[in-house]
């Protein structure tokens, strides 16, 4: 039997009530956040839940609870979702496991969890982990399928979000080992995701062993399936830094596949300096990052599938059009675009284009390029000032070509 096609269940476990198999040393796994990339998720960390010996059958999904309109009604999602087991607006068509439970109270999503899954936009976090970090267990630990990053306004340097949660979680002093939290990342496009599409991804975690066991492991086989492959490295600051400025990296492809008279060779350039620059970006502002880290899913493999089918680069291919008009007569009167124009055209194409979700790599792309601003290191990373410069100060998209340079590098 081909493997990717191989059945994964446990014994019984269809026909076993849930509290039966629920024990104080069993794994609680709640999912904070349910749009499309965390119900995508869902649906392996529900397969695995069940599959699991140390794993609680019953998976929590906390969701921010919205009306929608569903056959003809208006209805909460969490009620939605529970009811037809699929998330109708986010992951639409696509079936969620059974013991997967929508729950739009984050203090009851997150009780007495083991392991956290934050999979929501970063800007959301602060305010709810301070509620979270009082109702989990004291052995919690969490994992981060966040692409993105936070910023020091007052050192101007890079935080990771990994170690952001941390901090918050560690405040009040509920853990007694400590929160630690890891990291997800990879070539992971939802939808393909959800469909059981093969591929890959990278999780990047330090957890401590308890009681004898490889914690690592253990959180490993969870996210792990005959589809979803899962390598487990230890380079938290390499795997997530590259998951976030892959979305930068992205909006550069964008800006290529909106200009008719670039192809795939000026892409394959793109992607090359691209990744270049998130290498040289990660040591200058990162301990302890490993060449090898950038060989997994969750660099190089990431940034490939991102500049071909991400949202950072659909949205990127729109504003590309729509700043370099086709017709000849509309060149001939082509209009002189202010900042304030470049921003409000972004947001236009984050409403018309994404479903609600949001566009991670232009909020990346200007805390990036005030932290190069700020350390006077614009003239090394020229992809990413040109990048940054066409999307926010107007510059003419054509632009982009001069960002593909090859720059002295120890690299």
Same mark, same amino acid.
């Given at each position: %039997?081909? @493997?990717?096609?191989? *059945?994964?269940?446990?014994?019984?476990?269809?026909?076993? *009530?849930?509290?039966?198999?629920?024990?104080?040393?069993?794994?609680?796994?709640?999912?904070?956040?349910?749009?499309?990339?965390?119900?995508?998720?869902?649906?392996?960390? $529900?397969?695995?839940?069940?599959?699991? *010996?140390?794993?609680?059958?019953?998976v929590n999904m906390w969701v921010f609870e919205e009306e929608i309109t569903h056959k003809g009604r208006l209805r909460k999602l969490s009620h939605v979702i529970n009811e037809e087991h699929e998330n109708v607006k986010y992951l639409p068509r696509i079936g969620l496991p059974h013991n997967v439970i929508a729950e739009p109270d984050l203090e009851k999503a997150c009780q007495d969890a083991t392991l956290l899954l934050f999979v929501l936009p970063h800007q959301f976090l602060p305010p709810l982990l301070k509620k979270i970090r009082r109702v989990v267990h004291p052995s919690c630990r969490g994992v981060s399928l966040i692409k993105g990053m936070d910023f020091d306004p007052t050192s101007k340097r890079p935080v990771l979000i990994s170690q952001?949660?941390? =901090?918050? %979680?560690?405040? =009040?002093?509920? /853990?007694?080992?400590? /929160?630690?939290?890891?990291?997800?990342?990879?070539a992971n496009v939802a939808d393909e995701v959800a469909k059981g599409q093969i591929c890959e991804s990278t999780l990047?975690?330090? /957890? +401590?062993?308890?009681?004898?066991? +490889? %914690?690592?492991?253990?959180? !490993?086989?969870?996210f792990d399936s005959p589809t979803f492959r899962v390598q487990h490295v230890k380079d938290v600051a390499g795997a997530e830094v590259s998951g976030a400025l892959k979305n930068v990296i992205a @909006?550069?492809?964008?800006?290529v596949d909106g200009l008719d008279h670039l192809g795939g060779n000026?892409?394959? #350039? @793109? @992607?090359?300096?691209?990744?270049?620059e998130m290498i040289k970006f990660c040591r200058i502002f990162f301990e302890g990052v490993r060449d090898d880290t950038f060989l997994e899913s969750c660099g190089m493999a990431d940034l490939i599938t991102t500049?071909?089918? $991400? !949202?950072?680069?659909?949205? #990127?291919?729109? /504003?590309?059009?729509?700043?370099?008009p086709r017709d000849e007569k509309k060149k001939e009167e082509e209009k002189e675009w202010q900042p304030h124009e470049c921003e409000e055209l972004w947001l236009k194409l984050e409403k018309e284009l994404l479903n609600g979700q949001k566009l991670q790599g232009t909020l990346a792309c200007k805390q990036v390029y005030l932290t190069l601003q700020s350390r006077d290191l614009l003239d090394s990373f020229p992809l990413i000032k040109q990048i940054y410069e066409i999307s926010f100060q107007c510059? *003419?998209? =054509?632009?982009?070509? +001069?960002?593909i340079v090859v720059c002295r590098s120890n690299l």
């Open positions: %039997m081909c @493997l990717a096609t191989a *059945p994964s269940s446990k014994s019984n476990s269809e026909s076993t *009530p849930l509290a039966t198999r629920r024990r104080s040393t069993e794994e609680k796994i709640c999912i904070v956040g349910s749009g499309n990339w965390g119900s995508a998720i869902s649906i392996l960390i $529900g397969a695995n839940a069940r599959r699991l *010996p140390f794993c609680q059958t019953e952001s949660i941390e =901090e918050i %979680m560690n405040a =009040e002093n509920h /853990f007694p080992a400590g /929160f630690s939290c890891g990291v997800l990342m990879g990047a975690s330090n /957890f +401590d062993a308890v009681d004898g066991k +490889d %914690m690592n492991e253990s959180t !490993r086989q969870i @909006l550069g492809a964008g800006f000026t892409k394959a #350039a @793109l @992607l090359r300096v691209g990744l270049k500049c071909y089918g $991400g !949202r950072n680069r659909k949205c #990127a291919e729109a /504003f590309a059009r729509v700043r370099t510059v *003419p998209v =054509e632009c982009i070509v +001069d960002g």
